[in-house]
């Protein structure tokens, strides 16, 4: 099942989907940023290297960094650029 990305708007309640960032996906615990309940916007996708990752996990700046020093994360750029 593909992952779903959550978004947030940028700013006031009536705004268009062009201006809405996803939000961060982290649901890991044991991280020190949010344990596991991020609300931030999402910045990069990483991809896990210990199992099949078609899609990656879309994460803000600081669980991307607590997810890339745990070793099981890396950036996958390809995933970043918008489908044509």
Known sequence: ?????GFL????SNVS???????CECRDPGC???QGR???RAVTVLVRIDMEDQTGT???RQCAED???SGLFVENRRLLRPRK
């Open 67 to 69: 997810a890339l020093d």
């Open 38 to 40: 991020c609300q931030q």
């Open 17 to 23: 989907r062009r201006n809405m960032k996803p939000q």
């Open 1 to 5: 099942m593909p992952l779903q990305v």
């Open 9 to 12: 708007p940028e700013s006031g």
């Open 32 to 34: 020190p940023c949010c």
């Open 58 to 60: 879309a994460m803000c």
